[in-house]
């Protein structure tokens, strides 16, 4: 049985989020074969629309209005509901990004459903979309269906691999004009504090830290690191317990839970809860000079060694490697 | 103030999972206050201190979740509320923010707090969804709290960004890790935990009936994730073994 079925698209920084376009490939799934519609919410955000189309989206509903630059839970949940109301899909896919996460339950209560959050991958079961998600921070899994109301997700970046871009599809844009009042949230300051710009959860490749790094200073080559692959730095909760760090960085069962293309492990001994966070990447690095840290047992590769000898000489070869690449 | 912390119990972080008869396998787990609502119940402890009031710690569980919020009592924590879930034979989400709102509801509330997301199931939905059925704001992921004349100025995490929030109460807030550092129980505070008040509730307390919490989503399998072969330890010297890394990494693992 086919669904009409609509995506949250999220935009930060000017730009669509990848888990946008991941959201739409899901979101053909849960539709097999039913219309797939995609909800754009911002102020002058119409440009980025045909992107939307490009990853496969039949047609585009835009929502423009000053109140929803910035997300607030009111504006957004405000706005979403009227396009909901008028598009009556009976699947919504979302990111599960703090926007996703935010937003997500409060629309789901409104719509009288459920909300099965966090996916990492979906199935069709007969006539139903089963949705496969981590428990515990991936210790285990769970797959879930809905037994009441639409199909309501939020997808985990990185995970569900968009379409292929086809820059030749095109399809409807509307607008939609959405009545926006009483917003009891105000947005006073917003201090960007992201590192270099890349997002933990969203970054291909992620260069951690551990308690081994020793203090603030000792993160800087893990830095240099993760800048020569585009990635983003990461930590143990060890390293931010010892203050080396913010805790933003810390990943593990508490702390943020990532599945990066390629993972750095650098001096982490690999506790339980970190392992929780971080075991689920496709390709782990490990350095440590303990060869019997439990980090071992998970790497893909490890070295055993000095960080601070190991991680400048790595820098480096890569560096040669990629200019090799670049201009081949 | 009229404080309120929704809490969960959970496994201890430090836990392997297993799975027997399909379900996992709860014999024999430590369990702990889900580590972000221990944030909460600390955030709580201090608002109190500074403006006087109660502070009350509601959850959902069985009979052994009285443990959880003895400590939440013995940390600092004036009356605790069990809602039992034994008559139900499933819940979800829906089901749990449900009962938590149902009992708020009958409270006078300035403040409800809770952890950003439980260590176990993961969703981060529940409280979103309490303040909903509330129809109160929310301020999610908090690593900063102050109230003052009916106010609350908020500093929320935004996937490594800063956001400073303003908002009326009452406000649901979920904690992030950074807020605070949870305090440990003291020894007078456990005596005196024994003392305090814990009320159970169960459905007819509330006025409900399992109609009106049955789950919406249900679980098809629990599963574990297939073992990771065991890795390649590199020899050599340092050099080498770099060397050797990178060519794995581009021509093997195909990641670079």
Same mark, same amino acid.
């Given at each position: ?328 | ?66 443990? *959880?919020? &003895?400590?939440?009592?013995?940390? #600092?924590?004036? %009356? $605790?509320?069990?809602?039992?879930? @034994?008559? =139900? !034979? ?90 605070? *550092?949870? &305090?440990?129980?003291?020894?007078? #505070?456990?005596? %005196? $935990?024994?003392?305090?008040?814990? @009320?159970? =509730? !169960? ?54």
């Amino acid at each position: 049985m086919s669904k009409k079925v609509l995506i949250v698209s999220e935009v930060r920084d000017g730009q669509l989020r990848n888990v946008s376009f991941e959201a739409i490939s899901a979101g053909k799934a849960v539709a097999n074969g039913g219309e797939v519609i995609g909800a754009i919410l911002g102020e002058d955000i119409n440009h980025l629309a045909n992107s939307l189309l490009h990853y496969g989206v039949d047609r585009v509903v835009a929502v423009n209005h000053a109140d929803l630059k910035s997300y607030t839970t009111d504006a957004y949940q405000q706005a979403l509901l009227q396009v909901i109301d008028s598009e009556s899909p009976e699947g919504i896919i979302i990111g599960h990004t703090a926007l996703g996460k935010d937003l997500s339950p409060r629309i789901a209560l409104k719509l009288n459903s459920g909300l099965i959050s966090d996916a990492v991958a979906l199935e069709q079961d007969g006539e139903d979309v089963v949705f496969i998600r981590p428990i515990f921070s991936g210790k285990a899994f769970e797959k879930k269906k809905v037994k009441e109301g639409i199909v309501f997700a939020t997808i985990r970046p990185n995970n569900i691999a968009p379409l292929e871009k086809d820059e030749t599809r095109t399809g409807e844009i509307t607008n939609i004009t959405v009545d926006i009042r009483d917003l009891r949230t105000v947005i006073k300051d917003v201090v960007r504090k992201a590192t270099g710009g890349v997002d933990l959860s969203e970054a291909k490749v992620i260069v951690s830290g551990g308690r081994g790094v020793k203090n603030k200073e000792g993160f800087k080559p893990l830095q240099e690191l993760a800048d020569v692959l585009g990635g983003a730095v990461g930590a143990s909760r060890g390293a931010c317990d010892a203050d080396y760090c913010d805790y933003s960085l810390q990943i593990g069962q508490t702390g943020k839970v990532v599945t990066p293309d390629l993972y750095f492990a650098v001096g982490i001994s690999g506790a339980i809860q970190h392992l929780a966070g971080m075991s689920n990447s496709k390709v782990i690095v490990a350095i440590n000079k303990d060869p019997e840290a439990p980090i071992f047992e998970v790497a893909d590769y490890g070295i055993v060694g000095d960080l601070f000898e190991i991680v400048p000489i790595l820098t480096e070869e890569l560096k040669n490697v990629l200019n090799v690449k670049e201009t081949v | 103030m009229n404080i309120f912390v929704i809490m969960k119990r959970t496994f201890d972080t430090e836990e392997k999972i297993t799975i027997s008869n399909g379900q996992i396998d709860e014999g024999g787990a430590e369990y702990i206050i889900n580590p972000y609502d221990e944030y909460a119940i600390e955030e709580a402890i201090v608002l109190r201190e500074k403006h006087g009031g109660e502070v009350t710690v509601v959850t959902v569980g069985d009979r052994e979740a009285e443990k *959880e919020l &003895r400590t939440a009592l013995a940390m #600092g924590a004036d %009356k $605790a509320v069990l809602i039992e879930n @034994e008559d =139900l !034979d499933e819940l979800d989400q829906f089901t749990v923010a449900t009962l938590l709102a149902t009992y708020l509801k009958k409270q006078e509330v300035d403040i409800i707090l809770g952890g950003n997301v439980a260590v176990d199931g993961g969703s981060g939905q529940v409280g979103p969804s309490v303040a909903e059925i509330l129809g109160i704001p929310q301020v999610t992921t908090v690593t900063n709290l102050e109230v003052s004349d009916g106010k609350a100025t908020i500093v929320r995490d935004v996937e490594g960004d800063e956001e400073t929030i303003e908002v009326s109460l009452p406000v649901l807030v979920t904690a992030q890790q950074g807020l605070n *550092e949870p &305090r440990y129980p003291s020894l007078p #505070g456990i005596m %005196k $935990a024994k003392k305090k008040p814990l @009320e159970t =509730l !169960d459905l007819d307390d509330l006025d409900l009936d399992e109609d009106d919490v049955l789950v919406k989503i249900e679980t098809v399998e629990v599963f574990l994730p297939a073992a990771k072969q065991a890795g390649k330890v590199l020899k050599g010297d340092v050099l080498s073994q770099v060397k050797e890394l990178v060519s794995l990494l581009n021509s093997e693992a195909k990641v670079i």
